[in-house]
């Protein structure tokens, strides 16, 4: 983890005596969009146009894997172009080596993508990056916003509608929860550095887990029987539960299977194809246990848990 300040590599970009222990997540810095041009927008600064973007992702990381899992199933590989960074984020962040390097510019870290778009940016340095080929730039770097954009303007009219119109609302009300208690409630809690914040961040995980399972009674997915927004959302964190949160972010009262509905969920997504090849277990396993030092000094990797991912489940 890092951040840029003037120019300069700092290591750690949070910090959590500032919080009574707590961990707390910046907001991302770079926020435009991606448009089709239309009366509403007849000349975007970064135009909805096939091969002009490319995203810059992990296979490790859960908000990174939302967008390539909306490039999946929005069809856009051919489109969208990828470039993964390595497994391993070490004292200068996220690297381009080892069978992942970097096309465009020849960089060896991430944060020389940030300094091409802001030769004076200082903040965090995170992916996924959705990066502006033609002007050179970085368009955005928030995850939740980008998947809107693939959903609905570099992949408009292909693939499934993952936010539809009718049940907008319904996804957008979930959001907020499975973000702070889920999505972020582990790292909250695997970053806690006292009791009361590790108590109180793993206490709202697994409290959401609860909830989540008993919304699931008699349905397939969140928001009834279809793939949405809000399942894509979930689905990266519980992916990950029990081959690493389980333990290493100590979110240890129960695993994902003890979850019969959450269980099931996350299988139905994982073994629908475009959603499958976009999980890469030794990227994620290899990031979490090898690059967080303060929690896993010794960097020894565990033991793979005994998980059928392809055990079959009602569809």
């Known amino acids: 983890m890092g951040r840029l300040v003037n120019g300069e590599w700092v290591d750690q970009w949070y910090d959590t005596k500032a919080h009574g222990g707590r961990f707390e997540r910046q907001s991302s810095a770079f926020r435009k969009w991606v448009r089709h041009r239309d009366p509403e927008h007849p000349d975007p ?3 909805a ?3 002009r973007y490319r995203l810059y992702v992990s296979h490790a990381c859960p908000w990174a894997h939302r967008t390539l899992i909306y490039r999946g199933l929005k069809g856009l590989e051919d489109e969208l172009a990828v470039t993964v960074v390595h497994p391993e984020m070490l004292e200068h962040g996220w690297e381009f080596r080892d069978g992942c ?4 510019f020849g960089a060896r870290y991430l944060y020389e993508i940030y300094l091409k778009a802001d030769p004076s940016y200082s903040g965090r340095v995170t992916v996924p990056v959705l990066f502006d080929q033609v002007k050179g730039t970085i368009v955005n770097n928030e995850s939740s916003e980008i998947i809107r954009m693939l959903d609905e303007e570099l992949g408009r009219g292909r693939g499934p509608d993952l ?3 009718e049940l907008r609302e319904e996804i957008d009300a979930l959001n907020p929860r499975i973000y702070k208690d889920v999505n972020n409630g582990v790292y ?3 970053f806690a ?3 009361e914040a590790y108590d109180e961040a793993v206490a709202g995980v697994f409290d959401a887990l609860d909830w989540l399972e008993a919304r699931l009674e008699g349905r397939r997915f969140l928001v009834g029987e279809r793939l949405t927004e809000a399942d894509v959302r979930l689905f990266t964190t519980l992916v990950r539960f029990d081959p690493v949160y389980h333990y290493h972010f100590k979110c240890s009262r129960r695993r994902l299977r003890d979850y019969p509905r959450l269980w099931a969920l996350t299988r139905r997504i994982y ?3 475009r959603v499958r090849k976009t999980v890469h277990f030794d990227h994620i396993r290899r990031h979490y246990f090898y690059s967080h030092p303060t929690i896993n000094p010794t ?3 565990p033991i793979e848990p005994d998980i059928d991912w392809d055990e079959p489940v009602a569809q």
């Open 299 to 301: 960097r020894i990797i």
């Open 49 to 51: 146009e096939p091969g």
């Open 271 to 273: 073994q629908m194809p």
């Open 45 to 47: 600064e970064h135009p």
């Open 163 to 165: 936010r539809p119109m």
């Open 193 to 195: 550095t006292t009791q």
């Open 188 to 190: 909250r809690a695997g």
């Open 101 to 104: 390097e970097e096309p465009l």
